[in-house]
Structures are given as C-alpha cells and as structure tokens.
C-alpha cells in the first residue's frame, strides 16, 4: 500500500482537493495521512473541521510516496513557515511528487521548488503572490505536470485528479481516466 500525505492548514479549499481524495481512498490501494504544520485542527473554507494526525514536525516525509496541497484563502498563515518550506525542499530532493492545485503553489515557490519550472495557478495569486515565484515560468494554463511537482488552477481540479490519478497509477486505461474526468465534471 503506498501512502498519501495531505497537508491541510487554516481555510484550505476542501472542494478543490475532494474528488482528488474521493478517488485515491476508493481505489483502496492507498493510506491517506493528513498533517498541519502545527497538528492542531484546522477548518476548511467551506467550514469543516479536519482533524489531523499529526503535525508536521512529527511526519517523515521519507514514508509518503505523494504529498497532495490543496489551495484556499488561508495559504498566507503558512506560506513563511520554515519547517513547511524545509520540509517540501526534503521531498523534492527525495523525488517525492508533490501535487498542488491553485494557492499552494505559493508553498512550492516559496520553497524554492519552482525555479526554471513550469508551473500554473489563478492569475490572481500569481499576481498577489509574484515575490516567491522568482524564476520560475508562469503559464496560466489549467494545468501543469512537471517530472516530480504537478500544479493546476483551482477551477482545474478535474483535471488535477486525472493527472494525480495518473501518478498514481489508479487508472486501469484511457477509458478510466476520461470518466474520471467527466465524473468530476458532472457530466457522467
């Protein structure tokens, strides 16, 4: 069984992370652990309470075979935390994939992760946040996958599952993975 980390903080956007999640769990092929930076409880935009497991300072990033951030209006509370920003810095130099759709690019680029790369997010954030994206190549376009790092606009999250999906290797074929799409969607 691999295992997900899911790093949720203050106002993550639950929406955009949930048909991610949906699919990973119903596969039943992967543990999804869920951290904050601090291991308090945080609420998500839409007003639920999530309880993690613990806290970042007490996670080893060498045990997770995906890290997963969803964006949201709270990304500011912990985007100058330095173990969080270490601790992405440990997964990328261990060739962890991250996945991180809309705001929490901000994390990636305050991190240092996105120098030379390509990546995406609302053009509202990339404007808001342009200071932790130095050197990186803003693209705007839904979506972003990268060797080791996938991002996507909030509105992409469709999107983002397939390609996590596909990282993960949950989808049997094309087949799969287009209903997936249009699951997420609404169209199925």
């Not at 991190?111 to 200071?131: D, P």
């Not at 705007?140 to 596909?166: D, L, Q, R, Y």
Request: net charge neutral; proline share 2%; hydrophobic share 40%.
């Amino acid at each position: 069984m691999k295992n997900i980390l899911f790093i949720a903080y203050p106002q993550y956007a639950d929406f955009e992370i949930a048909h991610t999640l949906f699919f990973i769990r119903k596969s039943g092929r992967f543990k999804v652990t869920t951290v904050t930076v601090d291991g308090k409880p945080v609420e998500s935009l839409a007003g639920l309470i999530t309880m993690p497991q613990a806290g970042l300072s007490e996670t080893d990033v060498e045990k997770y075979d995906l890290i997963l951030i969803s964006g949201g209006d709270g990304v500011h509370t912990i985007i100058d935390d330095a173990s969080l920003s270490s601790f992405l810095q440990k997964a990328s130099s261990k060739q962890i994939p991250i996945a991180a759709i809309c705001a929490s690019a901000t994390l990636l680029g305050k991190a240092g992760l996105l120098k030379g790369e390509k990546f995406t997010c609302t053009e509202n954030t990339y404007k808001h946040f342009n200071h932790v994206f130095e050197g990186a190549i803003y693209t705007g376009t839904n979506i972003e996958v990268g060797t080791n790092i996938i991002t996507a606009k909030g509105t992409a999250f469709a999107e983002f599952t397939v390609a996590v999906g596909n990282l993960l290797g949950i989808w049997k074929d094309n087949k799969q993975s287009d209903w997936a799409f249009q699951f997420c969607k609404g169209n199925v």
